[in-house]
């Protein structure tokens, strides 16, 4: 429904690629710190997008976002996490995960496909903007959820839950540039409490347990008598 | 005006519990606030019920029929599991852990509270996700093996769907496209011809995929169970009772949505909703062994039941899709309150171990023993009634095959919950217990049991002309 210039078009299409490039490096990274590092690097690329969207719009409210975004998710988040969860976590490499990284990088190239057919019966992802965002977005959402399904650390399963959120985000400024600012305020600091409360969690899980394996979780089924 | 004094309540309650000192502060500022505000919603709803609107903020903040009754539901269940929590927590020794628990406890009221009276759907996409993410540590509050497990689970799975339900308040928003109403439930009730369906039917399936996964319902349902076991039992009065029942009151107020569309048939996917979730939830009660989790997955089985109801059509149908809303809400909430004294006489989850409970504890006995047959649908408690006008409204609409299989499954899971608890609360007591004395329940525990049953027994069989009034202005928030 929005036309860029030509210019601004294909900065928005980089912005794009490179997001969708880190969420696939969500998924084949190890390494925790790596995890961490990739969910910084699509935020700020999130954050490029909206700041190329409030300039061509000249929508002074989404510069707003633009900014709180870099300043909580890119910076605060990582900086929170690193507090609360303690630093030997961080430092661990080979994260278990269900499937082994070539078949899950093969799986997400499947996924991101199905992303682009999804969007294709949508009305909404007419003009150019929505047409890249769009199915940009959604690829991140389902690399997430992806992420999320098949790690079996806790902090990588977070960072997972940030990628859908940002997958969302990203084909939200898309399709709802208007969006109202204080409802647009509100989602990142609502990833902000969710990075606090997940992080306390993550805590609470490594004291009581001694690791943060959480795929490992089967004492709760049903019908399992203690 | 009232409406920011009731949100405000609980915020400052969770301050003085945060800040206070000694045992007693914050359990009374708790049931001080949640009692207030159970007043002044009470209030509100009069007023809504009356035939004006409270709007505090136009198009931000406002209250009609539906959300009054939200309103209301939170502001109850609230007062009665903080008066329960009182006695049920005493046993914590940590004074700080106690203080948390109650800071805690009233930002998740609030939050619950903020809902309703929010009308922007993307603010209220953040209220909800509060609720989600508010509620996290008390899953935990026990911080056994069993309940940090339960809170990940809890937490990991309600996020998730609560970005996909961004999504689809985000596609949602596309609507504003089409004509110039603001962005509210109100709004988008006038804009919905104008709408290209396919806008609307995503965002409606995105919300109901992933506030689906907040309100239990099928297949995102599995861990619902395992935090309503694993959390406190006044948390889990306040989960079951009206967590659920919030998130599923923002998938209803879609329906009238897309309804006005008129060109989206979004009965079809209520139904179909809603009937796999209560079909699902009452094979699976059939073969629990914890009595929490019976009364978890009655949950899942009654959130299908309503959203059934709200797809049937019909004003008949709505009214009782709103009535079982509310009776549900206070009849589980009373569940829990009841499981929670059952747990405190006898000190274990699993139904095979608990045996005569009405010879060594007869109030727990007694307030279980209530609870499942209100909460299975025995005549002539209140679920019974909202049940029976369902299904009537449903063979008014000659929906024969979705009215016959939600009663078979409503049937299925009386049998079920019945068979269990019999068990439980008849029966020969275990040797080792027979002798001992029946345990002493805090007064408090009593009083609040007491307390919520008194709506559980008397609107099967009467309800108060304004609460009618309310009832069918918020049946009427459904038909629009």
Redesign the interface.
């Known amino acids: 429904m929005f036309n860029l210039s030509s210019a601004l078009a294909s900065l928005n299409g980089l912005a794009a690629g490179l997001f969708l490039l880190s969420s696939f490096g969500l998924v084949a990274t190890r390494q925790m710190r790596g995890c961490l590092r990739f969910f910084s690097l699509q935020s700020i690329f999130l954050v490029m997008s909206a700041a190329l969207l409030a300039f061509a719009l000249r929508a002074p409210d989404l510069v707003a976002v633009a900014v709180l975004d870099l300043a909580i998710k890119p910076i605060l988040i990582p900086w929170l996490l690193r507090r609360t969860v303690r630093e030997e976590i961080f430092r661990r490499r080979e994260i278990d995960q269900v499937l082994n990284i070539p078949s899950s990088l093969l799986l997400s190239l499947v996924l991101t496909l199905v992303a682009y057919f999804l969007t294709a019966l949508l009305p909404a992802a007419a003009g150019d903007v929505a047409s890249i965002n769009l199915p940009v977005g959604l690829a991140g959402l389902l690399l997430g959820a992806y992420t999320l399904a098949v790690r079996r650390e806790a902090v990588p399963q977070l960072i997972g839950l940030f990628g859908i959120e940002n997958g969302a985000l990203f084909a939200g400024i898309a399709i709802a540039p208007t969006l109202p600012l204080v409802a647009e305020m509100a989602f990142p600091f609502d990833m902000l409490i969710i990075a606090l409360v997940i992080g306390i969690l993550t805590r609470i899980t490594h004291e009581r347990l001694g690791t943060t394996g959480v795929g490992a979780f089967t004492s709760l089924r049903e019908g399992a008598g203690k | 005006m009232n409406l920011f004094v009731i949100l405000g309540l609980p915020l400052l309650a969770a301050l003085i519990s945060w800040f206070s000192r000694g045992r007693r502060v914050a359990p009374a500022a708790t049931l001080v606030a949640c009692a207030i505000a159970l007043f002044l919603a009470s209030a509100a709803a009069l007023q809504v019920a009356a035939g004006g609107p409270a709007i505090a903020i136009p198009n931000w903040v406002e209250l009609d029929g539906l959300g009054a009754l939200i309103l209301l539901l939170v502001a109850a269940v609230a007062t009665t599991a903080a008066l329960f929590s009182w006695g049920y927590i005493a046993g914590e020794r940590s004074d700080r852990r106690l203080r948390r628990y109650y800071a805690n406890y009233n930002l998740f009221v609030f939050a619950m509270l903020l809902v309703p009276v929010l009308v922007?759907p993307?603010?209220v996409w953040?209220a909800v996700?509060?609720t989600t993410?508010?509620a996290?540590?008390l899953v935990?509050f026990d911080?056994t093996?069993?309940a940090?497990?339960?809170?990940?689970?809890y937490?990991?799975l309600t996020?998730?769907g609560g970005?996909?339900a961004?999504?689809g308040f985000?596609?949602l928003?596309?609507a504003?496209?089409f004509g110039d109403a603001p962005?509210t439930w109100a709004g988008l009730l006038t804009l919905a011809p104008r709408v290209?369906p396919?806008?609307l039917e995503?965002a409606f399936v995105l919300i109901l995929v992933g506030f689906g996964a907040t309100a239990g319902l099928v297949p995102l349902h599995t861990w619902l169970?395992?935090a309503h076991?694993?959390a406190p039992s006044p948390i889990c009065a306040l989960l079951s009772g009206v967590k659920t029942t919030v998130a599923l009151y923002v998938i209803l107020r879609l329906v009238p949505v897309l309804n006005a569309s008129g060109r989206i048939d979004v009965d079809r996917w209520a139904i179909l909703a809603g009937l796999i979730s209560a079909g699902v939830a009452a094979f699976?009660i059939l073969?629990?062994?914890d009595y929490k989790?019976l009364f978890a997955l009655s949950t899942v089985e009654h959130m299908g039941i309503i959203l059934t109801a709200a797809g049937l059509g019909g004003a008949a149908a709505h009214y009782g899709a709103v009535y079982q809303l509310l009776n549900h809400a206070l009849t589980k909430s009373f569940c829990f309150l009841a499981a929670g004294t059952v747990l405190l006489a006898v000190d274990t989850?699993?139904i095979?171990s608990v045996r005569g409970l009405i010879r060594t504890s007869p109030a727990a006995g007694v307030a279980l023993l209530l609870g499942g047959l209100a909460i299975s649908g025995a005549p002539p408690l209140a679920v019974f009634l909202s049940e029976f006008s369902i299904f009537r409204a449903g063979i008014a609409q000659h929906h024969y095959i979705a009215t016959g299989l939600l009663a078979a499954f409503v049937v299925l899971a009386f049998f079920g919950i019945l068979y269990h608890l019999n068990r439980m609360v008849f029966g020969c007591p275990e040797p080792a217990r027979a002798g001992a004395l029946p345990v002493k329940l805090p007064t408090t525990c009593t009083l609040a049991l007491a307390l919520a049953a008194i709506p559980v027994v008397i609107f099967g069989m009467y309800i108060p002309p304004p609460l009618h009034a309310l009832l069918q202005m918020a049946a009427a928030g459904l038909s629009r």
């Not at chain 2, 940090?148 to 689970?153: F, G, L």
């Open positions: 922007e993307a603010l953040t996700e509060l993410v508010l996290v540590y935990a911080n093996h069993e940090v497990e339960a809170a990940w689970k937490s990991v996020i998730m970005a996909i961004l999504l985000l596609v928003f596309c504003t496209r962005f290209s396919p806008v995503t169970p395992d076991s694993q699976l073969q629990v062994t989790r989850h699993q095979a």
